[in-house]
């Protein structure tokens, strides 16, 4: 099986954090999780040398004319003055991209690029909420939402700033191995496993709120009993708030409802079940909570897109290539699971 290629388009004084997250999640080889693993291209417009914001030297062997090669092309955030007037030969390369079919992602401010190549338009996209209101008044005809972490529209999405590039980056590792494999890049990076999409921009990170000793606890024990019907009020007096209180606290901390995230948590435990077990349907139903083999269906096809006998036979290779002693077949050491959803490729979107 061959690589799945990654183009990260480099521009000239680009911020740094949103340039190395593509690179710390597919540039270094995880072969042990999942091979093959991703290869990564830095592709730029300018000869080198390439610097970041801060200075910082990037080396980039590969030219925009490579960006349509790749599988999935990734723009990242980019300076005011790539914003206001991106590079005709950058626009040239996304939009050929796109024409292929390639899997084409904007990081930050990046979207500009996107947005300008007319990529967005008519489709839903985000951007950092700082440029909100420039972003909207520059491309009307995309459809913008500045509250979202991260959008997906086809084979095109989009992210806020910062932290989302990460959110946006895993993603599309669980869409192309699976919940297992995403999360364990996210334990490695020791950053949260997932978040939705959909979130607000605003909300607190889930690693802070899991350090608040309010929702710490009652979020670790909810976890241990996902197999039990759980209620809001159940989470209140485990967390030993009122009602009331403990609802607001979790919105504010996570930016969801308790209910909304006890739906997500029982949905990516069962992918998880479903990657690294061989339990029948009916069995991961009661394991995660759902009570019965229809309502884990049910829910599962919402969220998730598919349903859970499409999804086992996606990411069969992963559970299958796993030993006794938790090494693939190579011999490598496999790790392990954690939590999270989002689709696969077989033309399914998952929110």
């Not at 954090?17 to 597919?26: D, G, K, N, T």
């Not at 091979?35 to 592709?43: N, T």
């Not at 050929?96 to 990046?110: D, M, Q, Y």
Request: aromatic residues 6%; negative net charge; contains cysteine.
């Amino acid at each position: 099986m061959r690589r799945h290629v990654v183009a990260l388009a480099v521009t000239d004084a680009a911020p740094t954090f949103e340039l190395a997250v593509p690179c710390e999640v597919f540039g270094i080889d995880r072969s042990d999780l999942a091979d093959p693993w991703y290869e990564l291209r830095l592709c730029a417009g300018e000869p080198e040398p390439v610097r970041t914001a801060a200075g910082l030297v990037v080396p980039a062997p590969y030219s925009l004319d490579d960006l349509p090669e790749a599988d999935t092309v990734v723009v990242a955030a980019c300076s005011r003055s790539v914003q206001a007037s991106p590079p005709a030969e950058l626009l040239e390369a996304v939009r050929e991209a796109h024409r292929l079919g390639r899997r084409i992602v904007s990081l930050c401010s990046g979207a500009y690029v996107l947005a300008a190549a007319g990529l967005l338009d008519g489709r839903r996209a985000t951007t950092h909420w700082m440029n909100a209101v420039d972003f909207a008044q520059r491309f009307p005809a995309v459809d913008f939402d500045p509250t979202a972490l991260y959008t997906e529209d086809s084979s095109i999405l989009t992210s806020a700033g910062t932290g989302s590039a990460i959110d946006l980056c895993l993603h599309l590792v669980r869409r192309d191995h699976g919940s297992a494999i995403a999360n364990e890049v996210a334990r490695r990076m020791v950053v949260p496993p997932h978040r939705e999409g959909g979130q607000t921009q605003y909300a607190k990170p889930l690693v802070q709120a899991e350090r608040d000793p309010s929702l710490a606890p009652v979020l670790d024990w909810a976890r241990d009993h996902m197999h039990e019907p759980l209620s809001v009020p159940q989470l209140a007096r485990e967390a030993r708030l009122g009602e009331r209180t403990f609802a607001r606290r979790f919105r504010d901390a996570l930016g969801t409802t308790p209910l909304q995230w006890l739906l997500q948590e029982r949905v990516r435990l069962a992918q998880e079940l479903l990657e690294t077990t061989d339990d029948p349907v009916e069995n991961i139903s009661q394991r995660t909570g759902f009570g019965s083999a229809t309502n884990l269906r049910h829910h599962f096809g919402r969220l998730v897109g598919v349903s859970p006998q499409t999804y086992r036979h996606v990411f069969r290779h992963r559970a299958a290539g796993r030993r006794p002693d938790g090494r693939g077949e190579s011999g490598r050491e496999e790790r392990g699971p954690g939590q999270a959803p989002h689709t696969m490729e077989v033309e399914v979107e998952v929110p």
